[in-house]
């Protein structure tokens, strides 16, 4: 059982940045990979990340350029590094995690673990 603890969420305003972290229970660590979504209020969770085990990463088209998924293997942690936040990022981030690879990283259901969530607000 893998348990994932995220931290780093707040309050900002449009143009700040943000770094969300989500450290991992569990020796196999380096052997995840591991993914960031979002759920905004009334709607759906939805991708925003991902990061292999093998160091090849995701993104959903409106982060990219501004967000960046990387991970301390050594300090089971991933990390979402996020520039350039605006408004409609305002959401709860949740970390999830699964074993090894999967075909598509933007699905919720390929992922078998998952953290509680950070609030992330960003005023304009």
């Known amino acids: 059982q893998v348990q994932l603890v995220e931290s780093g969420g707040g309050l900002v305003q449009a143009g700040d940045s943000l770094r969300l972290s989500c450290v991992a229970s569990?020796?196999?660590?380096?052997?995840?990979?591991m993914g960031w979504f979002r759920q905004a209020p009334g709607k759906e969770r939805e991708f925003v990340a991902a990061?292999?085990?093998?160091?090849?990463?995701y993104y959903t088209d409106s982060v990219k350029g501004r967000f960046t998924i990387s991970r301390e293997n050594a300090k089971n942690t991933v990390y979402l590094q996020m520039n350039s936040l605006k408004p409609e990022d305002t959401a709860v981030y949740y970390c999830?995690?699964?074993?090894?690879?999967?075909?598509?990283?933007?699905?919720?259901?390929?992922?078998?673990?998952w953290g509680q969530g950070t609030q992330v607000t960003v005023s304009s």
């Open positions: 999830a995690g699964r074993p090894y690879s999967t075909s598509d990283y933007r699905l919720l259901s390929q992922y078998d673990y």
């Open positions: 569990g020796r196999t660590f380096s052997r995840y990979s």
């Open positions: 990061l292999s085990w093998t160091g090849n990463t």
